[in-house]
C-alpha cells in the first residue's frame, strides 16, 4: 500500500533483477535479495519526475559499474531510464558489511547491551545510506525515506558478495 496519503498510482508494482548483467549469488544473498524486492514491492512511494502516471514496474540492471533503473507502467511502456553510480555508496556499503559482519559475530558472545549498540550503529548506516539514495535521485525519482531505506536494502543484497 502506498504510505502518506501519497497517490495510489505513485508506486512500484514489480522490481525485476536483469540476470545477464547482474548474475545469480549463492542461495543465501538470491533470498536476501528476494527479500528486499518483496519488502520494497509491498509498501512504497515511488514517483519518476515529470508527471508520470503509473503503477510502475521496476527493471534493474548493472551498466558500467552503475545500476540502471528502467522504469515502465505496470503495462511495460517505458517511462524512463536512470543511471545510478554506486560509487557514493562504496564507503557507505563497506561500513555497513562490516558492522553486520561484527553484529553476526556479536551474537554469539556478546551482551545484549553490546549486540543493541552495533545494532544502532548498523541501523545508522542504513540511513546514510538511505540519506545518499534520496539525494542522488532528487529531482528524478520521487520516494520517501522509508522507500529509500528498502531500495538502499535491495543495492546492500545486491552488494552483498555472501
Known sequence: ????????T??????????????YAAPDVEHERRVAIYDLVEENRFAPEG??????A?????????????IMRE?????????????????????????????RNAIKTSSPSQIEAID????GLHDEGAEVLLERLKGKIAID???SRRLFTLICALSWKG
Open 75 to 103: 503495462g511495460g511502456d517505458e517511462v524512463m531510464t536512470h543511471l545510478l553510480s554506486l560509487s557514493p555508496f562504496r564507503k557507505i556499503l563497506k561500513d555497513y558489511f562490516l558492522i553486520c559482519e561484527s553484529y
Open 1 to 8: 500500500m502506498a504510505e502518506g496519503g501519497a497517490n495510489s
Open 58 to 70: 521496476l527493471r534493474i540492471s548493472l551498466v558500467d559499474q552503475k545500476l540502471a533503473l528502467q
Open 10 to 23: 505513485d508506486r512500484l508494482v514489480a522490481v525485476t533483477l536483469d540476470q545477464d548483467s547482474i548474475g
Open 145 to 147: 525515506h522509508p522507500t
Open 120 to 123: 544502532m550503529g548498523r541501523r
Open 51 to 56: 508527471g508520470h502516471e503509473g503503477p510502475f
